[in-house]
């Protein structure tokens, strides 16, 4: 049994120009086929309409097939549809309310399936976080939290880390109080692939971004800078 890719992005890309496409052809090509089907999830958003016509801006431009999915509407048999799916791009927003939705129509369950298939599963921000055993998350108001998500990455994961001052020091002091695993810190334009499991690769799509490994050694904080690929 083959399992997928994941691709997880820490913030940037086609949701803010749908115009830039380095990390969408990266992604695109980890399908290895011709025009791949690729279906948008952007429940975290409240399946935002410019955020769906920002995917299709982009992606309509690429040699691709695009879908989306929407919750809040008739929905589809998501079976069918990821079935069919290449790869399954999982947009940014509310981290805890999108998972919500994903258990209520046990979709969490249909991408674990997916992924065992060895389909490509990626995304942004929540869409990043989601795959992993725990996310740092702003889905509150007040501050930022740890969540339990997914877990198909047996691992944390961090997305914005130089994009918002106080990611750094949250992941610090919650690595300090045990209360998150060692795991991975992705700046805004950054990205890391996993392939069957296993850490594959670390991108970098926009200029002097990067994604560490975070941990807590004997009571101090490592963070190690990963070796990056430049797209």
């Known amino acids: 049994m083959s399992v997928g890719h994941i691709i997880a992005i820490g913030g940037g890309g086609f949701g803010r120009n749908p115009k830039h496409n380095k990390i969408e052809k990266y992604i695109l090509e980890q399908a290895r086929k011709k025009r791949p089907r690729i279906v948008f999830v952007p429940t975290a958003s409240g399946e ?3 955020y769906i016509v920002n995917f299709y801006k982009c992606f309509s431009n690429l040699d691709c097939t695009p879908e989306h999915i929407k919750f809040f509407e008739r929905t589809p048999r998501l079976d069918s549809l990821i079935n069919k799916a290449d790869i399954i791009y999982v947009g940014g927003g509310n981290t805890k309310s999108m998972l919500g939705v994903w258990k209520e129509w046990k979709f969490d369950n249909i991408l674990h399936k997916a992924y065992k298939r060895g389909k490509v599963l990626c995304g942004v921000s929540a869409g ?3 795959w992993f055993k725990q996310g740092i998350t702003d889905s509150w108001a007040s501050n930022l939290n740890v ?4 877990g198909f990455i047996d691992s944390m994961a961090c997305p914005h880390y130089q994009e918002e001052k106080e990611r750094r020091p949250t992941v610090h002091e919650f ?3 045990n209360k998150i695993k060692s ?3 992705i700046d805004g334009g950054a990205a890391i692939h996993f392939f069957d499991g296993k850490y594959r690769d670390s991108l970098q799509f926009y200029k002097n971004s990067n994604v560490y490994y975070v941990s807590n050694r004997n009571g101090q904080i490592k963070e190690e800078q990963m070796k990056m690929r430049a797209l």
């Not at 969540?147 to 997914?150: E, L, S, T, Y």
């Open 48 to 50: 935002d309409d410019r």
């Open 128 to 130: 990043a976080i989601c």
């Open 147 to 150: 969540m339990d998500c997914i």
């Open 175 to 177: 690595l300090l109080k």
């Open 183 to 185: 795991g991975y810190a």
